[in-house]
């Protein structure tokens, strides 16, 4: 489980295929110090990667064809820049919002533009996954937590301040390049209550909350 908030960005060194899948190293020069172990997991532009071998600040991860189905992980060439964090401790404060590493789709940036010392940006998101995304929700974009400004059909805006932009990937993002997103968990929850199992009796309806005042 990770927040979104970055801790630093990493650089890839190698991107190999292995028998169908990926091994990706990223140096990782922020995490030197730290104790990664075997084992543990990274969100690597929002996708949660297992270390399968550390060589000083080089992090070497496994990636499934699942995995490579469902990002752009695939497209990684050596030199290229993503953003990291690692999982969440009991003690840590929660600054974004609960994030699980698991891809649901890929948005695309469609709009550009600076508002005061902020950039406002503009993503196209898949049709099944626009149900999802709320105004003043949260949604997490190559793994960095963010508000939902406006919702508009397929289209979302969201609003970076100057700090965002200097300390992720974010601001080597172009019109037209695509992005990881995952939607927020509750939303996800909430819909498969909603649609419940149809041999049960107890299902959560659309009719029962509306019933019950809370629709």
């Known amino acids: 489980m990770f927040t979104g908030i970055i801790e630093t960005v990493g650089q890839v060194r190698a991107a190999r295929r292995t028998g169908g899948d990926v091994r990706i190293v990223i140096a ?38 699942e995995s490579i189905n469902h990002s752009l992980i695939g497209d990684w060439q050596e030199g290229a820049m993503v953003n990291l964090e690692l999982a969440l401790q009991p003690q840590s404060r929660l600054g974004g919002h609960l994030v699980s590493g698991h891809v649901d789709g890929l948005a695309e940036l469609v709009e550009l533009k600076e508002d005061a010392r902020s950039w406002r940006m503009k993503f196209k998101a898949p049709k099944q996954l626009k149900k999802y995304i709320a105004q003043k929700g949260s949604i997490t974009i190559n793994g960095i937590s963010l508000t939902v400004n406006n919702v508009a059909d397929q289209y979302f805006e969201i609003n970076v301040i100057p700090h965002t932009f200097e300390v992720t990937t974010l601001g080597d993002i172009k019109v037209g390049h695509r992005v990881h997103i995952e939607v927020d968990l509750i939303a996800r929850y909430l819909e498969r209550l909603l649609i419940g199992d149809s041999t049960s009796k107890g299902d959560l309806s659309y009719s029962f909350l509306a019933e019950h005042g809370f629709a």
Do not use: K, Q, Y
């Open 28 to 65: 990782a020069e922020h995490f030197l110090n730290h104790d990664i172990a075997i084992g543990d997991s990274v969100a690597c532009n929002g996708v949660c990667l297992t270390v399968i071998e550390r060589n000083g600040a080089d992090l070497s991860f496994d990636v499934s064809i």
